[in-house]
């Protein structure tokens, strides 16, 4: 009987998860809930949890999620994030087999808020300050000095049904918020699925992302300001359906700046009957405003069919006059299906951009990405 026993108790082990970390030795099931502050260093094997309330990394501390994980979100008021503060980590390394899903009970977009990320890298907010308000709800004071500050790690993360515009619409929740991200930070074989605002937003920082999925979220897919710029970024791939504003939106608060972000191989594709949000105007595959830039490569676009929708627009003349006209926003190799229109600007200016600065080719393929259960929701590939 005491050998039975014995074997049970070793059955038991293996078949119970546990947390781990430096500071705390604690026994959790595989089945368990994940809720309030992350204070020491905390690791959740591969399991189902529940966000019941909002869970926020505190600096000092690191939350490691394990590849296969399923965390799923309450629905309490739509607010609940996966908030990680300046001087925290976040790790979620999946696998293409076994991604991390972060997603909801209901499967309604905008149930809950995403993972929001603070880090301690340059933004440029406006001409007077070093500093920013987020717009996640919470007020937190954001920017800093630390170009390769390091968050943590993202790999092969799918966050589903987040993202929503908060009171009054002034502020907002995306699939993934980047608040002042450095360039130690790792963002790898994301996706951002049916959220109700943005796929995934950058709010300056100097992170760069690859092989990232957009998909059916009915704000922009691709969305910064504060004069973001990450400069490894490839593979972004967006898909818009139901409901979608543009592709790619590019602000930097009209701030003038000698520098912006690179991305190599984008496709940007707009399902047939896809409306944009609240009867909006923001149907272009990407627009330019406030200053914003970027130098970008080997772009597809298809599907942007609105009568009124351009594959790039220049909102603004001070855009215009800053950016196009001094070399700073470069688009090559771009190619356009149909009959949309390549370019377009506001009432007061036309738009011509310096020799070099915008080609088009017939052969460009966008982003190259390699599928598996990552990119896949029930049984349905999300790269059309």
Do not use: H
Not at 94 to 101: D, L, Y
Not at 212 to 238: E, H, K, L, M, V
Not at 273 to 284: F, I, K, W
Request: glycine share 12%; net charge negative; charged share 15%.
């Amino acid at each position: 009987m005491k050998k039975l026993i014995f074997s049970l108790s070793i059955l038991a082990t293996l078949f119970t998860g546990c947390t781990s970390s430096d500071d705390d030795s604690s026994v959790e099931p595989v089945t368990g809930e994940i809720s309030g502050d992350i204070t020491t260093n905390k690791t959740y094997v591969k399991g189902n949890y529940t966000l019941s309330s909002s869970v926020r990394v505190k600096s000092g501390a690191t939350l490691t999620i394990e590849a296969g994980s399923v965390l799923t979100a309450q629905d309490a008021n739509g607010l609940i994030t996966l908030t990680v503060e300046k001087g925290g980590k976040l790790i979620m390394v999946g696998t293409a087999a076994e991604p991390i899903i972060c997603t909801s009970v209901t499967k309604t977009p905008g149930a809950w808020g995403g993972i929001v990320m603070y880090g301690d890298a340059p933004i440029v907010p406006s001409t007077s300050s070093t500093t920013a308000t987020s717009e996640d709800g919470t007020s937190t004071t954001y920017g800093g000095t630390v170009a390769a500050d390091n968050s943590g790690t993202l790999k092969y993360v799918r966050v589903e049904y987040a993202g929503r515009k908060i009171a009054d619409g002034t502020k907002e929740l995306n699939a993934f918020s980047m608040y002042a991200v450095g360039s130690g930070t790792i963002l790898e074989n994301l996706v951002a699925y049916k959220g109700s605002d943005d796929g995934i937003e950058f709010y300056g920082g100097t992170v760069s992302a690859k092989n990232i999925i957009c998909y059916g979220n009915t704000d922009d897919s691709f969305d910064w300001q504060d004069g973001w710029r990450g400069q490894d970024n490839s593979n972004w791939y967006a898909y818009q359906t139901g409901t979608g504003n543009f592709g790619m939106e590019v602000e930097c608060k009209s701030v003038n700046n000698a520098f912006w972000p690179k991305v190599t191989n984008i496709t940007l594709k707009r399902a047939a009957g896809t409306l944009t949000e609240n009867a909006s105007v923001e149907y272009d595959a990407i627009q330019f405003k406030k200053e914003g830039n970027g130098d970008f490569s080997n772009i597809l676009i298809e599907g942007y069919n609105d009568a009124n929708a351009v594959a790039v627009r220049i909102q603004d003349a001070a855009t215009n006059n800053n950016q196009v006209n001094a070399s700073k926003i470069k688009l090559t190799n771009v190619k356009i299906t149909g009959s949309t229109p390549q370019t377009g600007a506001g009432a007061s200016f036309t738009v011509a951009f310096p020799t070099g600065q915008y080609t088009t080719t017939t052969s460009t393929t966008g982003a190259s990405l390699t599928g598996g259960a990552w990119s896949t929701v029930d049984g349905v590939s999300l790269v059309q």
